[in-house]
């Protein structure tokens, strides 16, 4: 029974491996990163992420779903920006998909992948270090309405392409995720005629309405003399 107990145990533990997914292009991604940093690249429907690596054979990603295309084209490029071998694969421990990039021998430099994302983009935190999410070009996470970022960034730039990029220095463990809704910069003033539109449109039918009931008892009153007559 003991036994049985521990070889439980250690499957809870170790997970379910899944099977190896096929590696992606380096020239797809911004390399290299920066150290002891992990950058996310949003693109509306799907997020790049950089992660820096330092002498490592074995490292891991939160991956936030379970969908197939929620990981894909993964690389590995080390400090001199050559391609490094290594096997990735999906593990399932304690209910939480992870991803597993596993080197031959200790690697320092940057590996990458794709996920699935959106304009509402949450990661969880598992460790330390500085987080830099960039913006699609012409979208902003400071719009009073439609964007948040949380929790509140260190800072926020633009960089040389004309992005919006917001900073966290060492989030973890005081927050357990990061989370940014962005929309496009002029999605507020596009709001903002939306709803003139919507109110000119309105006033328009209530004129209307009360044009139409003004003649409708004008109508019946004139009914009424003819009949008293």
């Known amino acids: 029974m003991r036994y049985l107990v521990l070889v439980l145990l250690s499957f809870l533990a170790a ?9 992606g292009n380096p020239a797809e991604y911004e390399l290299p990163g920066l150290n002891n940093t992990t950058i996310f690249y949003l693109n509306i429907s799907s997020v790049q992420v950089v992660e820096n690596v330092i002498n490592s054979t074995t490292v891991g990603f939160i991956i936030p779903d379970k969908t197939e295309m929620n990981f894909r084209n993964p690389v590995a490029v080390d400090y001199s920006g050559n ?3 290594f096997n990735v694969s999906k593990v399932l421990i304690f209910g939480k998909n992870f991803a597993r990039f596993e080197f031959s021998s200790p690697f320092s430099g940057f590996v990458a992948f794709t996920q699935s994302g959106g304009q509402d983009f949450t990661y969880p935190l598992t460790k330390n270090g500085t987080i830099r999410v960039v ?3 012409s979208y902003t996470s400071q719009s009073m309405f439609l964007g948040v970022a949380q929790p509140k960034p260190e800072n926020v730039t633009i960089d040389s392409k004309g992005r919006e990029v917001i900073t966290w220095e060492n989030p973890y463990p005081a927050r357990k995720s990061i989370r940014v809704k962005y929309s496009h910069k002029n999605a507020p003033t596009l709001l903002f005629y939306f709803f003139f539109s919507l109110f000119i449109f309105a006033v328009l039918v209530l004129g209307y309405y009360y044009m139409s009931l003004s003649e409708l008892k004008k109508k019946r009153a004139m009914m009424e003399k003819e009949t008293k007559k």
């Open 15 to 23: 997970g379910c491996i899944a099977p190896e997914i096929r590696t």
């Open 83 to 85: 391609n490094v071998s």
């Open 135 to 137: 913006m699609p070009a």
